[in-house]
Structures are given as C-alpha cells and as structure tokens.
C-alpha cells in the first residue's frame, strides 16, 4: 500500500492549512471519489487520475480500496460499525453507459440514483445532502452547500463513510485529567487520557509511533514527532512513514493522549491541480466512459468529522465530484508517550493499510 501512502500524504500537504490549525480529512473517501471518477473518465483525463492514485487502471484502484470496506466483528469490543457509499447522481435525461453501470456495481456500496439538476438544482443539493447525511449518522448534514449545484450541472460522483469503533482496551475515565498541551498559541490545559500497556511502538525517521489496536482489524497510530510538528510535518513522505510503521514492535508504553475532536472540509480542485489532475476541470475533460455528452467536473468538495475519545474512535467523511455540461511476566519499565504537543494521527485499516482519515492535531478541543 505505498501507493496509497504516497497518495494521502502528498494530498495532505496540499490540503492542510498552515500549521497552527488542526486539520482531518479521509484518504479513503477522497481516493474512492477519485477512482469513481476514474472509472467514468477516458484517455488522459483517465491517466492523469490513476496517476495521482498510483494505479495502473480503475480496477487496481478499487481494489486497492475494497478490503477496507468491511471491517467484520470479532472478539470482546463492541462491534464495528462501518458504512461506506459509493454512488453517482446523475439526472434523468443524461444518457448513461451500460458498462460504466456495470463497473460502479463492483464498488462497495455501490448505486446509481437520479435528481433533478436540470429542473431543481437545490432539490438536487438537498437529495444528496440528505443521503450522505444519513450514512454518516447525521455527522455531515450539508456536504453540498448553496449554490453549489446549478441547472448545468447534470451527476455527482459522492463517496461517504461513517467508522465507529471501539478500542480493544478502552482508557479508563476515571483517570483523565486536566494536563498541559503546548499548543501554538500557547500553553493550556487539556483533558488527556492514560493507559500503561503493551502495544505496538517505534521510535525512527524522527517520530515515535503508538498504535491503538481497535475493534474489527482497524488501529489508530498516534505520530509525535521529535521536532515541533510544524518543522517535521512538510518532511513526512510515504517512504519515511512506511520505515517507521515497519518498526513497530510490542513494548510496554504509558500513553498520556487528549481526547480531541477535528471537524474539517476543503475544495480539492487547485490541491488536485499541484498534483497533476487537471484535464478533468476543463473542456477537453473525457468523460465517455460515462456518458456521450460533453461534461467536466466543476468543483470537488470534501468533509469530515473526527472524534476519538476513552472508549474508541468516531469518524464521517463524504466527498462528491459534481460534474456539468461544458460546452504476568516481569514488564519492563514502559516508555513514555506524552503527547503534550502538535501530532498527526492516523486511522487506517490494518491488513490493507487503506488510510481511512489523517489527522492534524494543535489544539485539542
């Protein structure tokens, strides 16, 4: 899963704004949005795609993204509960290709639904809304916000996600307590949680990583770097995080974390843009795969919702691509993790490594 690495963190640094404000998004929602956009674009504006994704043809890049799909129940946590949406928007009298049907019917959570753009712009807006909403568990009620769909515009590409889950070893409440975190702004005092257990850990690349094994085969990563997280952030690239990750062994770790909430949105089109994809905005954009008429994509929106708390981890993402008309052994003594400043952290599923959201954390709140 380099590929995908590569993909979430050069888009993360194209995304994330300047250092001093926190900052999530989904890897995983992004990437699906652009794959279906893959499966629906041809020629160059197909290539320019599967580059950034770093797969050879659609099919690698849902395949790639598949696994993570379903996250299945097992041992003593609370079960997962995960939800992913697949599904173009299209209006009723655009012409749709067959085969393009076929192959969104191999992504998870696949549909094909029709609103009225042309006639009800808004009441497009609100359909849409209203069905990222509620796979989301209402975390993400306007994804789509005024004015952004308009009688040119004809489908809409819409990746949602909802994970909910449950540590294997939740952190006792009882023991969080108000402790300081040194925030860019200044120094104050934040509810941070404590556990001394034995769990995945490394120090390399100039970070420490803790892994928090939750419910289902999904796991956080807390990444603290040694230098202020400004400095180190713009330097992590996918061969650094892959050395690190692959240095995780079982150590006995006392983790001091925050509880913290990061809720983010962003319009991907000029980050796409420094990264390669940019036919898809304009005319010359292919989309004939999906259809005979001429479309480009106008705007690609992104949100999502990132809540990690005592008992585990909730998290919503929705990204939409709207497309208009052109023309009891002795333990050791436990390393230390106080995580008292900036760090990123890092959801992903385990055995595919799909990044389900990477977070910036400066302020916890």
Known sequence: ?????????????????ESRRSFAWSPYSVASALGLAGEAAGGDTRAELLDVLGAADPAAARAALSPAAELPAGGSAEAPVLAVANTLWAHEELPLHE??????????????RTAPFRTDPDGARRLINADVAETTRQLIPELLEPGTVDPE?????????????????????????????????????????????????????????????????????????DADLAT?????????????????????????????????????TASLGALGVRRLFTPAADFSPLTDAALKISTIVHQAVLRVDESGLEGAAATA??????????????????????????VRHRESGAVYFLARVVDPS
Do not use: C
């Open 1 to 17: 899963m380099t590929e995908h690495l590569d993909f979430s963190l050069a888009l993360h640094h194209q995304l994330a704004p």
């Open 99 to 112: 085969e393009f049907l076929r192959e969104l019917a191999r992504w998870p959570g696949a549909a094909a």
């Open 153 to 225: 515009t004809v489908a809409a590409l819409v990746n949602a996600l909802y994970l909910k889950v449950s540590w294997r070893e939740a952190f006792d409440r009882h023991r969080t307590a108000d402790l300081a975190f040194h925030a860019p702004a200044g120094e104050r005092a934040v509810p941070t949680m404590t556990a001394t257990r034995r769990t995945g850990y490394a120090a390399a690349e100039g970070w420490q990583a803790v892994v928090l094994p939750a419910a289902g085969g999904a796991e956080a990563v807390v990444l603290l770097p």
């Open 232 to 268: 180190a952030e713009p330097q992590l690239g996918a061969a650094e995080l892959t050395g690190l990750l692959a240095r995780i062994d079982d150590q006995r770790v006392e983790l001091f974390l925050p509880r913290f909430e990061v809720t983010s949105d962003a319009e991907l």
């Open 321 to 346: 691509a709207m497309m208009r008309l052109t023309a009891i052994v002795r333990e050791p003594d436990p390393i230390t993790v106080r995580v008292d400043r900036p760090f990123l952290f890092l």
